[in-house]
Nanobody, 114 residues
Framework: QVQLVESGGGLVQPGGSLTLSCAAS????????MDWFRQAPGKQRELVAS???????FYADSVKGRFTISRDNAKKMVYLQMSSLKTEDTAVYYC????????WGQGTQVTVSS
């Protein structure tokens, strides 16, 4: 059974930092590219960051320079370090594992508010 479980969300003030984690099980983790998506209320889900099997990364323009994606293949974990958070970063953040098929986590809420 494949599971992706996100954690680390919460309430943070503008300018603050937060690190999200995603624990994967039931897949050959190193063979999957791993992505973080987010969905704000009333908006479409959007790709935030992606890390390929061999470690190359991609960032949406809106988070470039503020967010860092990383992975630990031995632990089957992917992380999203978020800094200089803005109110517009408020969303539910989802982890996705992609190969021939895709698997999604249940999401974790990030709220940036003073």
């Amino acid at each position: 059974q494949v599971q992706l479980v996100e954690s680390g969300g919460g309430l943070v003030q503008p300018g603050g930092s937060l690190t999200l984690s995603c624990a994967a099980s039931g897949i050959s983790f190193s063979l999957y590219h791993m992505d973080w998506f987010r969905q704000a209320p009333g908006k479409q889900r959007e790709l935030v960051a992606s890390i390929a099997e061999k470690g190359s990364t991609f960032y949406a323009d809106s988070v470039k320079g503020r967010f860092t994606i990383s992975r630990d293949n031995a632990k089957k974990m992917v992380y999203l370090q978020m800094s200089s958070l803005k109110t517009e970063d408020t969303a539910v953040y989802y982890c996705r594992a992609g190969n021939v098929v895709e698997y999604w986590g249940q999401g974790t809420q990030v709220t940036v508010s003073s």
